[in-house]
């Protein structure tokens, strides 16, 4: 079973910002494979299903993004799950521009505040990674005003774009082409 967690804040206030990217590649993907996203458990919402033959838990952890490791956690423990073949965390990175994404098997939270909750309570930096870009701020910005914020929507159809691209990466990850992922959307769709 693999655990696809994405990463974001609850409640209608922060839907679709920047930093609610990883939700919306939970929803994507529970649309895609009709997987119900309406049971509450491991202080998230989540629901079970069958992506490309192997079985899924699909997270979105409600403890707001800096304290995702204590869902996320609850969820590799029921599940006696092996971080780092069990487990992919999708969520936004300003340090990439709307419609890019980078994958990795394994890395530092780098400044993420949600990915280094989610390091401490696993224990380990070993765990399957997508970044989707969410973009930089602008001088004089506000970072938090920033991440909290919605795109323009010049930028919405590449994120979009960036959003399908990110579950495309799904498919192949859990069905052990983590490489293949890499090699198919590691690519910069739009220069930094």
């Known amino acids: 079973m693999y655990l696809i967690a994405g990463l974001g804040n609850p409640t209608k206030k922060y839907e679709h910002t920047r930093h609610n990217l990883g939700f919306d590649v ?3 993907l529970a649309d895609q494979y009709n997987i119900s996203m309406s049971t509450k458990r491991f202080k998230g919402i989540c629901g079970a299903g069958v992506i490309e033959g192997s ?3 699909l997270l979105k952890p409600q403890t707001f993004m800096n304290l995702s490791g204590i869902s996320i956690r609850e969820a590799v423990d029921f599940y006696k799950l092996e971080p780092a073949r069990d487990v992919i965390v999708i969520y936004d990175d300003i340090d990439l521009a709307p419609g890019n994404l980078r994958i990795r098997k ?3 939270a780098g400044g ?3 990915m280094k909750d989610i390091v401490a309570h696993l224990g380990t ?3 399957a990674r997508i970044r989707v870009g969410a973009g930089a701020k602008t001088e004089g910005q506000d970072l938090i005003g920033h991440v909290l914020g919605r795109f323009p929507k010049e930028e919405r ?3 979009e774009e960036a959003m399908g691209h990110a579950a495309g990466a799904v498919r192949l990850m859990v ?3 983590t490489d293949a992922a890499m090699n198919e959307y590691n690519k ?3 220069k930094e």
């Open 26 to 28: 939970i929803d994507l």
């Open 55 to 57: 079985k899924v838990l």
């Open 106 to 108: 394994k890395g530092s």
């Open 112 to 114: 993420h505040n949600g």
């Open 125 to 127: 930096q070993e765990f």
């Open 157 to 159: 159809a590449l994120v």
């Open 175 to 177: 069905q052990g082409e």
């Open 188 to 190: 910069k769709v739009v």
